[in-house]
């Protein structure tokens, strides 16, 4: 007898069909875990800037149609074979480090974070702008009970950037650490700069986020654009580190004499531009430029820990998954106050 395959759809995906088209919301069969692999019930994603290497094919060799999103919050579902130390029922989250071979020379060397497969969740493979996702169970990071899905969500990619840059930037407790940009990355940057005992200076363009900057903890503003920031903060002794949030190499050039002795300018703000400093401005105080990608899932996990223990929260607008057009659209439009986060 001839059996009849009846498919079933039960999930919805916002997906990418192709390098710089729309997204489309679709249905689709819940995917399945492979071996090392959980299946995830997503409950909130956030929508990162990075998605943008998604939406228009920026990441060489991307597959569609691809489903976006890498901060993922939500509940183990299944297991796939081979998978221990985790259970279904379990919250976990999924951020910019979606996997490892364990095997390269970075990897042999403990340094997951460099290694030269990593994986990317939306990228590598599909992210959480879906209700059911899977991940493998390197990639995965556990929840702390005090933060809910959505304030998790922006933390596992925005969150941990500024926090890792930040505790690996040299800053002791007491140093002036200047901001720079007021946006989705400084935001958070102000506010885990301030727990963490920096003085903090932020840096905006024009006066409108000075009182939002001091109430998320920093100690003087700094408007860039009726003010030369690099004096201002060399008046107030040298910044220790300048956090480079803002996606602008000629803002990121132009606050480089700001930084005092043995300082230095971290870079996470994404630009293709070139950031201009010469030698001299190196040479003298013996300063310097670091970037700085995301972390690794124990990373994550230290981040969302000291985001519990401090009160650090994003700042969120939530879109529902079948806004993943609105919610992108916000996201680019930079008007965004200040992460968006999709709720299934
Ligand atoms: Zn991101
Ligand atoms: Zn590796």
Redesign the pocket.
Known sequence: MATTKVAIAPMKAAQIPKAGADFQIVEREIPNPGAGQVRIKVQACGV?H?DVLTKEGAWPGIQYPRVPG??VAGIIDELGAGVSGRKKGQRVGVG?HGGHDGTCLSCRRGDFRNCQNLKIPGISYDGGYEQYMVAPVEALTSMPEGLSDVEAAPLL??GITTYNALRHSGALPGDLVAVQGIGGLGHLGIQFGNKFGYKVAAIGRGSENSALAKKLGASVYIDSKSTNAAEALQKLGGAQVILATAPSSKAMSELFDGLGPNGKLMVIGVTSDPIEVTPIQLITGSRSIQGWASGTTADEEDTLRFAELSGVRPMIETYPLEKAGDAYARMMSGKARFRVVLTM
Do not use: D, K, L, Y
């Open positions: 990162c990075s890498h901060e910019w990619c925005a």
